[in-house]
């Protein structure tokens, strides 16, 4: 929930963004480095990133344009011999295995062992000697190359944010041998020409493989970055993920640190001192996220601020919470404040009158607020009939679960005081017998049935933002005083990569 969700070259892009890592940033005076979310990326994380490198590979080879390749040389008796390849393209490319370290110099190392791929085009060539006149044929070629890749993916800052430079690539050629026609008997003119190219197509071929993977990397980040940016906001309400120091590289772990602030309409939270040591971080999961007290405490702030604590119930709804058990002072307390009216001509509203207090505890999130509950009656061409309104301070311990893709929200602990009573069928509010029986209801179904309406509106919001598209594996949301910790496996969508480069390259 890192308000995130997701590299190995565009893979590791991926992850990069999500943990928005960054390196030699100027973070100015400590109180800007204060920070607000921490997120951890484990090595077992980056080992899964790393089988998507087949994929990101491929789309480097294929989308690479390799340049025609022309040269010459003189030979004894033939004289000067000429040569063209062009119209090159790449088939049947392989990869046997890649391998990741993550280094504490700020780099990503990839290692891709045995690349095996096609090259095929139209080779031209032409020579001149003591006994010929000049001649130039032109014949069909085949490539068979086997090569390793190594690339260290350093991290660079950019406007408060990191993005990968896979410019330190190596290619080294364990095989690259020439076919002539689909000849594959070895003969003086293959040999020959051979000799002759094998220099300059290794050159070619580092120059654009290793362009065209750097530029996958960029294009993914882009895109990453763009989706990140999109999944913290809503409307009004952002929070600013940008970077509040350098990465800690780790050989088991990348982690990087946030601002944590929200942003609503131009007005921005103040950053505060963070608890946050790393040592509160284990690396027994594939990824963490830490959240203060004082982020969380901002977000429910602007929430506040936006009209976004409200909730109107009608019809079923409306008769699951009066109707909660089956007995005389429950008839009793329901004709009388609806005086006979229907559910569905009826409409509860519930919302909070201030600003939600929010405090992190090892027994769950504890919410403090004032709590506005209005139930009116609607006449046929009136204005609504106010029969019944309250305020009551409320606090609820709750504990947080994400399970099937659905965040849930449990009431674990509940108290409420009624502050203010106003009723058509009390006046006086002499009757103890419906408020009682409000109050009961309140802590038996109330308080459950808003808090899972938050939770419902909590996940449509993060699946708008396609969380529901990741594989979130045995998610764990821990509370501790003045924080949360939700850790997590995962399982990346290889369908996305697939279609996103198949669209974008």
Same mark, same amino acid.
């Given at each position: 929930?890192?308000?995130?969700?997701?590299?190995?070259?565009?893979?590791?892009?991926?992850?990069?963004?999500?943990?928005?890592?960054?390196?030699?940033?100027?973070?100015?005076?400590?109180?800007?480095?204060?920070?607000?979310?921490? %997120?951890?990326?484990?090595?077992?994380?980056?080992?899964?990133?790393?089988?998507?490198?087949?994929?990101?590979?491929?789309?480097?080879?294929?989308?690479?344009?390799?340049?025609?390749?022309?040269?010459?040389?003189?030979?004894?008796?033939?004289?000067?011999?000429?040569?063209?390849?062009?119209?090159?393209?790449?088939?049947?490319?392989?990869?046997?295995?890649?391998?990741?370290?993550?280094? /504490?110099?700020?780099? +990503?190392?990839? &290692?891709?062992?045995?690349?095996?791929?096609?090259?095929?085009?139209?080779?031209?060539?032409?020579?001149?000697?003591?006994?010929?006149?000049?001649?130039?044929?032109?014949?069909?070629?085949?490539?068979?190359?086997?090569?390793?890749?190594?690339?260290?993916?350093?991290?660079?800052?950019?406007?408060?944010?990191?993005?990968?430079?896979?410019?330190? %690539?190596?290619?080294?050629?364990?095989?690259?041998?020439?076919?002539?026609?689909?000849?594959?008997?070895?003969?003086?003119?293959?040999?020959?020409?051979?000799?002759?190219?094998?220099?300059?197509?290794?050159?070619?071929?580092?120059?654009?493989? %290793?362009?065209?993977?750097?530029?996958?990397?960029?294009?993914?980040?882009?895109?990453?970055?763009?989706?990140?940016?999109?999944?913290?906001?809503?409307?009004?309400?952002?929070?600013?993920?940008?970077?509040?120091?350098?990465?800690?590289?780790?050989?088991?772990?990348?982690?990087?640190?946030?601002?944590?602030?929200?942003?609503?309409?131009?007005?921005?939270?103040?950053?505060?001192?963070?608890?946050?040591?790393?040592?509160?971080?284990?690396?027994?999961?594939? !990824?963490?996220?830490?959240?203060? /007290?004082?982020?969380?405490?901002?977000?429910?702030?602007?929430?506040?601020?936006?009209?976004?604590?409200?909730? &109107?119930?009608?019809?079923?709804?409306?008769?699951?919470?009066?109707?909660?058990?089956?007995?005389?002072?429950?008839?009793?307390?329901?004709?009388?404040?609806?005086?006979?009216?229907?559910?569905?001509?009826?409409?509860?509203?519930?919302?909070?009158?201030?600003?939600?207090?929010?405090?992190?505890?090892? /027994?769950?999130?504890?919410?403090?607020?004032?709590?506005?509950?209005?139930?009116?009656?609607?006449?046929?061409?009136? /204005?609504?009939?106010?029969? !019944?309104?309250?305020?009551?301070?409320?606090?609820?311990?709750?504990?947080?679960?994400?399970?099937?893709?659905?965040?849930?929200?449990?009431?674990?602990?509940?108290?409420?005081?009624?502050?203010?009573?106003? %009723?058509?069928?009390?006046?006086?509010?002499?009757?103890?017998?419906?408020?009682?029986?409000?109050?009961?209801?309140?802590?038996?179904?109330?308080?459950?049935?808003?808090?899972?309406?938050?939770?419902?509106? !909590?996940?449509?919001?993060?699946?708008?933002?396609?969380?529901?598209?990741?594989?979130?594996?045995?998610?764990? +949301?821990?509370?501790?005083?003045?924080?949360?910790?939700?850790?997590?496996?995962?399982?990346?969508?290889?369908?996305?990569?697939?279609?996103?480069?198949?669209?974008?390259?």
């Amino acid at each position: 929930m890192c308000w995130a969700g997701r590299m190995m070259l565009g893979t590791f892009s991926i992850l990069l963004v999500l943990v928005h890592a960054a390196a030699a940033c100027d973070f100015g005076p400590f109180p800007y480095r204060a920070t607000g979310i921490v %997120c951890r990326m484990t090595k077992p994380a980056a080992l899964l990133l790393n089988q998507e490198t087949a994929q990101v590979i491929q789309a480097a080879f294929r989308n690479a344009k390799f340049p025609n390749i022309t040269g010459e040389r003189s030979m004894r008796l033939l004289g000067r011999v000429a040569y063209g390849l062009s119209n090159i393209q790449v088939n049947d490319l392989s990869i046997e295995r890649s391998e990741v370290e993550l280094k /504490e110099d700020n780099a +990503i190392h990839i &290692s891709i062992r045995n690349v095996t791929a096609l090259f095929k085009g139209t080779l031209t060539y032409g020579y001149a000697g003591a006994w010929f006149l000049q001649l130039f044929h032109s014949v069909d070629f085949e490539i068979e190359s086997s090569i390793d890749l190594q690339l260290n993916i350093n991290l660079m800052c950019q406007k408060d944010q990191v993005v990968p430079d896979a410019s330190d %690539c190596y290619l080294t050629f364990h095989k690259l041998t020439l076919h002539l026609q689909g000849d594959k008997q070895p003969g003086w003119l293959k040999q020959l020409f051979t000799d002759f190219i094998s220099f300059t197509l290794k050159l070619v071929l580092k120059r654009e493989v %290793c362009k065209e993977i750097n530029a996958v990397a960029q294009t993914l980040t882009n895109f990453i970055l763009d989706l990140a940016a999109n999944f913290v906001r809503d409307k009004d309400i952002i929070v600013d993920i940008s970077v509040s120091s350098d990465p800690v590289i780790k050989a088991s772990y990348i982690e990087s640190h946030h601002k944590g602030l929200v942003l609503y309409k131009n007005n921005s939270s103040v950053l505060s001192d963070s608890v946050f040591s790393p040592s509160l971080l284990t690396e027994s999961r594939m !990824l963490y996220f830490w959240l203060s /007290e004082h982020s969380l405490s901002s977000l429910a702030a602007a929430a506040f601020l936006d009209g976004r604590l409200v909730l &109107s119930l009608r019809g079923e709804k409306l008769q699951e919470l009066f109707e909660m058990e089956d007995t005389e002072v429950q008839r009793k307390a329901v004709q009388r404040i609806f005086q006979g009216t229907s559910y569905n001509d009826s409409v509860a509203k519930v919302w909070s009158l201030t600003q939600p207090q929010i405090s992190l505890q090892p /027994e769950g999130t504890v919410v403090r607020s004032l709590v506005a509950v209005e139930v009116s009656i609607l006449l046929a061409g009136e /204005e609504p009939l106010v029969a !019944l309104y309250m305020e009551k301070e409320i606090t609820v311990t709750i504990q947080a679960t994400y399970a099937e893709k659905k965040l849930i929200l449990q009431p674990v602990d509940s108290s409420v005081e009624i502050k203010v009573f106003k %009723c058509t069928a009390d006046p006086s509010g002499e009757d103890s017998s419906i408020q009682n029986f409000l109050q009961n209801m309140i802590l038996a179904v109330g308080i459950p049935e808003v808090t899972s309406s938050i939770g419902s509106a !909590l996940t449509s919001l993060m699946n708008s933002k396609r969380l529901d598209l990741f594989d979130i594996i045995n998610p764990e +949301i821990i509370t501790r005083n003045g924080y949360v910790i939700v850790q997590l496996d995962f399982g990346f969508p290889s369908h996305l990569l697939l279609n996103f480069l198949e669209k974008s390259l």
